[in-house]
């Protein structure tokens, strides 16, 4: 049988070392010349169903060497695979050539490395995933949630890190990530009512079942969490303790973070009005002079066109958390009186003092553009900054892109995705005509810092920010300092922002997520989206590298690999031959919806069609 046949082969790509024995009678003769009579299995390990095989089941075999899933394929009624406790190694099998299966059980081998965050997104029938004790390191992979299926997921004893992706599915019964000690965040909702010791072992994570809520959770507001800062910072500062406190403000809070460091705030703190004096409007854009104490409660506003609303408002609003980036988290906060805002937290912001701070914001504060987020006001204390913004309805691009189907939204098409590229080139040349002392007038460009608007323009946020981040903080986190330039000559130059836009680019038209793809190759180089690019034929790209979800593109395939080169150049290692960014945006803007051909072609096509039926009337007329 075909079954039989898929199986010997996968068989013979095995090593089984230390059990001779394993598998001796696949395919040894007689009646286990066939792996299934009716539903008994002939063949050791294997699970059968009128006379198919639907399951696979190779546990504790001291199996290892390599998983031929491409023979898997030809077993068509397998649903349910498991190599549990062997000796394999290496990446993942590419499993997601199983579309049908509903159980892989993978727990207790050797696996190790990245799995891509789209891996299980072509295997919608998956309930049960196990994949625990391994040496699976990154992202748990976002596809996960698009399961809606799933019943099991079982990760623990991995090296997994991040936050957990934010599962949706009523349908899980079990799950475990114990163990995977870099996780951290919030625990997802639907996950809190499961047993706490599905996540045991792991400092970073809150909220519930834990019995450590998270700093949104804690409390209603957002107001508390600065409340109790501000409260604590102006209680000290009444007592004249002077600086000695600040520097304990400070540390408190940095431990703010661990609710149970902290005692609960009492309501009179929580209280917006309590301590904290109206802002004094007069001077909200003044320098500082003034009672420090009432100056420590007061939002800065940058702009002269937006409406006035008090720390004390954004604080009686209810928050949401967004999610927390490498600064601290974004919050969306909804005044009492409409507008809805995000706040988010800047902790490591103090490479330049109070009055360079201010200067820095003003002049962020003055950039118009219809491809920038603009900043609405700042609020400043020594050991934390706010800024404030509005909110984008439509959230990221790195949403649209990568999580589309969990928030419910469908794929981007095309023009959108050409829409927004083109309206990042606008902001960014904007940028550097505006900000022309900055090295990287963006300097932190990446698709969760891309947000769009409704009718998916985009608007550029997180920009101008390097002068006043923390230098050992910058060089860290940002995104700047990630170019081939910082790698290898600790440098950042004019053309670094086109190194992050032309990966951003990428990322848009691949539908791929670039920190997959971050990792050194054997001969130690660092490879990146683009390397992995670089790697396919430019006849392959098609097909392998553009992200199907985009939908019919075949009126647009001309376009799009030009696109794709320009993105190409703009990713050069060698910053030298880079495009600069005035290139670059140049040669975006020329790239069309359509192939710019197409005309030509169907004049050109027509054309042709009439001179050939008259040259073959001609023949006939010939003929006769
Ligand atoms: N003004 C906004 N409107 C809507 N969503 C926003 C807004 N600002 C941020 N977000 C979303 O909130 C989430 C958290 O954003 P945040 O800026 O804190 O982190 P990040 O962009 O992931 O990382 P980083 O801190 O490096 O910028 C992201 O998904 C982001 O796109």
């Known amino acids: 049988s075909t079954d039989a046949d898929a199986l010997l082969k996968f068989k013979s790509s095995l090593e089984i070392s230390s059990n001779k024995d394993a598998l001796v009678n696949w395919g040894s003769g007689g009646s286990s010349s066939s792996p299934c009579s009716g539903d008994k299995a002939n063949w050791v390990g294997i699970l059968c169903e009128k006379g198919n095989v639907w399951g696979l089941k190779l546990e504790n075999m001291g199996l290892k060497g390599n998983i031929d899933i491409e023979s898997l394929e030809g077993v068509p009624h397998l649903r349910s695979l498991s190599l549990m406790n062997n000796e394999f190694e290496g990446s993942l099998p590419d499993v997601k050539r199983l579309g049908a299966l509903k159980s892989l059980y993978l727990s207790r081998n050797h696996f190790?490395?990245?799995?891509?965050?789209?891996?299980?997104?072509?295997?919608?029938?998956?309930?049960?995933?196990?994949?625990?004790?391994?040496?699976?390191?990154?992202?748990?992979?976002?596809?996960?949630?698009?399961?809606?299926?799933?019943?099991?997921?079982?990760?623990?004893?991995?090296?997994?890190?991040?936050?957990?992706?934010?599962?949706?599915?009523?349908?899980i019964k079990s799950f475990n990530?114990?163990?995977?000690?870099?996780?951290?965040?919030?625990?997802?909702?639907?996950?809190?009512?499961?047993?706490?010791?599905?996540?045991?072992?792991?400092?970073?994570?809150?909220?519930?079942?834990?019995?450590?809520?998270?700093?949104?959770?804690?409390?209603?507001?957002?107001?508390?969490?600065?409340?109790?800062?501000?409260?604590?910072?102006?209680?000290?500062?009444?007592?004249?303790?002077?600086?000695?406190?600040?520097?304990?403000?400070?540390?408190?809070?940095?431990?703010?973070?661990?609710?149970?460091?902290?005692?609960?705030?009492?309501?009179?703190?929580?209280?917006?009005?309590?301590?904290?004096?109206?802002?004094?409007?007069?001077?909200?854009?003044?320098?500082?002079?003034?009672?420090?104490?009432?100056?420590?409660?007061?939002?800065?506003?940058?702009?002269?066109?937006?409406?006035?609303?008090?720390?004390?408002?954004?604080?009686?609003?209810?928050?949401?958390?967004?999610?927390?980036?490498?600064?601290?988290?974004?919050?969306?906060?909804?005044?009492?009186?409409?507008?809805?805002?995000?706040?988010?937290?800047?902790?490591?912001?103090?490479?330049?003092?109070?009055?360079?701070?201010?200067?820095?914001?003003?002049?962020?504060?003055?950039?118009?553009?219809?491809?920038?987020?603009?900043?609405?006001?700042?609020?400043?204390?020594?050991?934390?900054?706010?800024?404030?913004?509005?909110?984008?309805?439509?959230?990221?691009?790195?949403?649209?892109?990568?999580?589309?189907?969990?928030?419910?939204?469908?794929?981007?098409?095309w023009p959108a995705r050409l829409k927004i590229i083109k309206g990042v080139g606008k902001g960014l040349r904007y940028l550097y005509s505006e900000l022309p002392s900055l090295i990287t007038p963006h300097g932190h460009l990446k698709s969760s810092n891309v947000l769009l608007k409704a009718n998916y323009e985009p608007l550029l946020s997180d920009y101008?920010?390097?002068?006043?981040?923390?230098?050992?903080?910058?060089?860290?986190?940002?995104?700047?300092?990630?170019?081939?330039?910082?790698?290898?000559?600790?440098?950042?130059?004019?053309?670094?922002?086109?190194?992050?836009?032309?990966?951003?680019?990428?990322?848009?038209?691949?539908?791929?997520?670039?920190?997959?793809?971050?990792?050194?190759n054997k001969s130690g180089e660092e490879e990146d989206l683009a390397s992995w690019v670089k790697s396919i034929p430019e006849k392959e790209w098609n097909t392998r590298v553009f992200d199907k979800e985009m939908g019919p593109t075949k009126s647009s395939e001309g376009e799009m690999m030009k696109l794709l080169r320009i993105a190409m150049a703009c990713c050069e290692s060698d910053f030298e031959k880079r495009l600069d960014l005035r290139e670059a945006v140049e040669k975006i803007e020329e790239v069309k919806e359509k192939d710019g051909d197409e005309d030509f072609y169907s004049s050109y096509a027509s054309e042709a069609d009439i001179r050939s039926s008259r040259g073959l009337s001609d023949e006939l007329n010939f003929t006769m």
């Open 464 to 520: 101008g920010l390097i002068p006043v981040v923390n230098q050992e903080h910058a060089h860290e986190l940002m995104v700047a300092y990630k170019s081939p330039e910082y790698s290898q000559q600790s440098r950042i130059t004019k053309k670094t922002d086109v190194w992050s836009f032309g990966l951003l680019i990428l990322e848009i038209l691949s539908g791929q997520f670039p920190a997959n793809f971050l990792h050194q």
């Open 112 to 171: 190790s490395g990245n799995i891509p965050g789209d891996f299980f997104s072509s295997m919608l029938s998956l309930k049960k995933v196990h994949l625990a004790y391994n040496q699976l390191e990154g992202q748990i992979p976002w596809s996960l949630v698009e399961l809606h299926r799933l019943l099991e997921l079982r990760l623990e004893g991995n090296k997994f890190s991040g936050q957990i992706p934010n599962f949706q599915q009523k349908t």
């Open 177 to 413: 990530v114990s163990n995977n000690d870099q996780l951290h965040g919030q625990i997802p909702q639907i996950l809190s009512r499961l047993d706490p010791s599905s996540f045991s072992g792991i400092e970073g994570l809150c909220g519930a079942p834990l019995k450590k809520p998270c700093n949104a959770a804690k409390v209603p507001s957002i107001g508390s969490i600065i409340m109790v800062s501000i409260a604590v910072t102006l209680a000290l500062l009444a007592i004249g303790a002077g600086i000695v406190i600040l520097s304990r403000c400070n540390q408190s809070s940095s431990n703010e973070e661990d609710p149970a460091n902290g005692k609960s705030p009492s309501a009179s703190e929580l209280d917006p009005g309590a301590g904290v004096k109206s802002p004094d409007r007069g001077s909200s854009n003044g320098s500082v002079t003034g009672k420090r104490s009432a100056d420590s409660a007061k939002l800065s506003f940058v702009r002269e066109d937006s409406e006035r609303f008090d720390l004390s408002d954004l604080l009686k609003a209810s928050a949401e958390i967004l999610g927390s980036g490498c600064f601290g988290s974004s919050y969306k906060a909804a005044l009492t009186n409409g507008p809805v805002m995000v706040v988010k937290r800047f902790k490591q912001m103090n490479n330049v003092g109070r009055e360079e701070f201010q200067e820095h914001m003003r002049r962020i504060g003055r950039l118009k553009h219809t491809n920038l987020l603009p900043l609405v006001a700042y609020y400043y204390k020594k050991e934390e900054k706010l800024l404030i913004t509005d909110y984008v309805e439509k959230g990221s691009l790195a949403v649209q892109l990568h999580g589309h189907k969990a928030v419910g939204q469908p794929a981007l098409d």
